[in-house]
């Protein structure tokens, strides 16, 4: 099966079901951190790093298997770095790809609406490059199994384990 066949059902929610739910909402202020910190957890606390690996990699994996968007909301918090964004969403492009995050995150803010679109602008197609070229990201710290996908589908994985 191919990549696209894969992920057809996540993109254009082809289940048999007839209900669909809400999308599955993140603030980063209320569900994370007010105040974050730089892109890597050996720098600072609450790093891009650490939100990636444990708040936005398994809510972008639970709003895919529940055919649903991931809403993640900037609003609340005290600003943020662009390393800490970087690394966030650049993470999250690079375990998921450009084209599913594309269709499947909404990323929401009025004060800091110009984060928003540096993400999708500058964030997304730089760490897709990453991505074709395997140049995995860099992780400072031991973490637990996270999602990634591939031309084989879904599986967790750990930094031994990381393509």
Do not use: C
């Amino acid at each position: 099966m191919t990549l696209k066949g894969l992920m057809e059902p996540f993109i254009n929610g082809n289940y048999p079901y007839n209900y669909k739910m809400n999308n599955i909402t993140v603030n980063i202020a209320k569900d994370y951190a007010v105040s974050t910190g730089l892109r890597h957890t050996d720098i600072s606390d609450r790093s891009g790093e650490d939100f990636y690996h444990t708040v936005l990699n398994a809510k972008f994996k639970e709003a895919l298997d529940n055919n649903v968007n991931l809403e993640v909301d900037l609003d609340g918090g005290r600003g943020y770095s662009p390393s800490f964004l970087d690394e966030a969403f650049g993470n999250l492009i690079y375990d998921f790809s450009e084209e599913l995050v594309s269709k499947r995150l909404i990323i929401k803010s009025k004060k800091f609406e110009m984060w928003v679109n540096y993400i999708k602008r500058e964030t997304f197609r730089l760490w897709e490059e990453r991505r074709r070229e395997k140049i995995a990201p860099t992780k400072t710290k031991s973490h637990s199994d996270w999602w990634h996908f591939n031309k084989y589908g879904f599986k967790k994985i750990n930094i031994a384990q990381q393509d």
